[in-house]
């Protein structure tokens, strides 16, 4: 009985069916296995190959969790009819758009990360019983407002995709968890304000200017108080701007620069337009004012008409008149002084515009360039998981590799130990040979020299006879010494023979101990393999709460940390131990060769005293050659 068909007996009993890591493309024929899963419960088909929903599980009207996790998905069918149905889980798969139907069932989980989903549908609001929505990496813009009827959820996940604002709406949500990581969103909304519930809020890699990056990274409570705070000051706000000047305070207007209050969001044309109507308030503030010094310079010229007529002296008469006309000067200075500050009151006001527009300019570049900052690292993240998995290939090869190396390094060591062995045999059964060729060469040499002193004995009966005597003891004496230089090297042979056997005793243990360690390290692997399949099959059984997935990641991370670090420190052991081997191999065959060198230099000695031997015995054979000749004569 094939795995799929126990797992379907099991089934009928248990109400749980699991077909996750089956390499699946159909879901298994029921009438044909047999079995009646009409009470099913749970259905698990993650790790699959599958394009669509089965339409079998419509069928399954007890159904309370769907686990549809990392198939190949496109097309979901109508599960309306499945009235129990609690629980999705639809991440990892090439679903586009998600079908209005689903927001029908009485869900509390509704996971669809991992997709390409571009638009969430309005109806996501009748879902009133949902606690959980994931919808990380998609291709997400907006969110609807009708996602504040969720009254119930209490953890929304809506990282790496690329939203640009939040509904306001999103502030009657009762959540406790909320990730808005990784988009695009420059204002948070002010009704956030609003979520007390709120206690884990994400908002990294987004180009946020409101509030500002500083109280962004102090932490929710800050953000809180900023957004209340930039409520209040939007309620104390006046709606018209105040360059509306009355005639009681045009004096001062005039004298004063004017200043703008330009509400955030109004356009170029807006502020040009009221720049354009304060300048013609000004300018008419100043006709005003001419018009005012016209009419009292009039009136002064009657009060000094009236004055000469009453019988004024002239002279009284010129100092008046010099009077009006320094006033009039000190008048015409201040409305000159006062058009200046006009013109450079409407020179600020240009360039108030001027930096109001770059600043605009500055931050919708700011804004651009942390989006492309925020896909870059997307792209990032994408190529180092990537690079991350290419490395694993790369690690399991180079393992594979190492272990066919050491392999052969060790075949190829005992191939060399045993050659050098049988080299060593020989040159010693050859050192034997030149010995005992030497020893019977010597004896053959003794024999010649006592034939020679005989016949010298007889030749020569005198006074030589003592000194030839002489002579022959000596070269007996230094036979003697020769032979017992020979006798000490083949003690020494001996001891390199006994050290040599002792190195090779030395090789097969070292040459166990790494078979040793080859098994060890096999056996590690197999319970590496052992772990890493029970920690899969414990992330599949505890997929079902966010919070509990994220510790028990975490966990395996730190897990799979320490053996990668384990693994790595035995492997670098593993490799040490192969270089003390090879350096070990490398000392004992430089050893070899000094002692080969020193044996050369040995053969080279002996045939030294071999050629200086017969050198000797030909200048003797020749003097008594030559002594004979003289006797003879």
């Not at 003390?580 to 070899?592: D, I, K, M, Q």
């Amino acid at each position: 009985m094939s795995f799929i068909q126990q797992q379907l007996q099991a089934a009928q009993g248990t109400g749980v069916l699991s077909l996750a890591e089956q390499n699946l493309r159909v879901f298994p024929n029921l009438e044909e296995a047999a079995v009646d899963l009409s009470d099913l419960t749970e259905l698990d088909i993650s790790s699959n190959k599958f394009r669509a929903v089965p339409d079998v599980v419509c069928s399954f009207l007890e159904l309370e969790k769907l686990n549809c996790f990392k198939n190949i998905i496109v097309s979901i069918p109508d599960l309306r009819d499945l009235t129990s149905l609690t629980s999705i889980n639809l991440s990892r798969n090439q679903i586009e758009v998600l079908p209005a139907h689903i927001c029908q069932l009485p869900l509390k989980i509704l996971n669809v990360s991992n997709n390409c989903i571009k638009e969430v549908p309005r109806d996501i609001g009748k879902l009133s019983h949902l606690k959980e929505l994931d919808l990380s990496n998609n291709v997400l813009e907006a969110l609807p407002a009708e996602i504040a009827s969720l009254t119930e959820l209490k953890v929304l996940n809506i990282c790496r995709n690329s939203v640009r604002s939040l509904p306001k709406e999103v502030g009657k949500l009762a959540l406790s968890s909320l990730n808005i990581s990784d988009n695009q969103i420059t204002e948070l909304p002010l009704s956030m304000r609003e979520m007390t519930h709120l206690q884990n809020l994400l908002l990294d890699n987004n180009p946020l200017m409101k509030p500002p990056a500083q109280v962004c990274a102090r932490g929710r409570m800050h953000i809180f108080k900023w957004l209340a705070d930039e409520e209040k000051r939007q309620k104390d706000r006046p709606i018209t701007p105040s360059n509306e000047l009355s005639d009681a305070d045009a004096e001062e207007s005039s004298t004063d620069p004017p200043t703008l209050n330009l509400r955030d969001g109004s356009d170029a044309s807006d502020k040009q337009q009221r720049s354009r109507e304060l300048r013609e308030k000004l300018a008419a503030l100043a006709m005003k004012k001419e018009e005012e010094l016209n009419s009292q310079q009039a009136k002064r010229t009657l009060s000094v008409a009236s004055n000469n007529s009453n019988g004024s002296s002239a002279e009284d008469e010129a100092r008046h008149k010099a009077e009006i006309e320094r006033r009039l000067e000190e008048e015409r200075r201040l409305l000159e002084a006062r058009m200046i500050a006009k013109q450079d009151a409407e020179r600020l006001a240009r360039e108030r515009l001027e930096l109001e527009e770059a600043r605009r300019r500055n931050e919708a570049e700011s804004a651009r360039l942390r989006a492309e900052k925020a896909k870059l690292q997307e792209e990032q993240e994408r190529a180092e998981a990537m690079q991350k998995q290419r490395a694993q290939q790369e690690e399991q090869e180079r393992k594979r590799v190492i272990g066919e190396l050491a392999e052969k390094e060790r075949e190829r060591a005992l191939a060399e130990f045993a050659e050098h062995q049988r080299q060593i045999e020989e040159q010693h059964r050859q050192l034997e040979q030149r010995v005992r060729r030497e020893r019977e060469d010597l004896e053959q040499r003794l024999r010649f020299a006592e034939e020679k002193q005989k016949q010298q004995e007889e030749l020569l009966r005198r006074q030589r006879e003592t000194e030839d005597l002489e002579a022959s003891k000596a070269v007996a004496e230094a036979n003697i010494r020769k032979m017992s230089a020979d006798a000490l090297a083949a003690q020494q042979q001996a001891a390199a023979t006994k050290e040599l056997e002792a190195q090779r005793e030395r090789l097969r243990q070292e040459m166990a101990r790494r078979e040793e360690m080859e098994k060890e390290l096999r056996q590690r692997e197999e319970e590496a393999l052992h772990r890493r399949k029970a920690r899969e099959e414990e992330e599949r059984q505890q997929q079902q709460r966010l919070e509990q997935l994220q510790q028990q990641a975490a966990a395996r991370e730190k897990a799979e940390a320490e053996r990668r670090l384990r693994l790595e420190q035995e492997e670098q052991a593993y490799r040490e131990r192969i270089r003390a081997l090879e350096a070990e191999s490398r000392a004992r065959e430089a050893e070899e060769d000094e002692r080969r060198r020193r044996t050369t230099l040995e053969a080279h000695e002996r045939e030294e005293r071999l050629r200086q031997l017969r050198e000797e015995g030909e200048r003797r054979e020749a003097e008594r050659l030559e002594r004979l000749r003289q006797l003879e004569e």
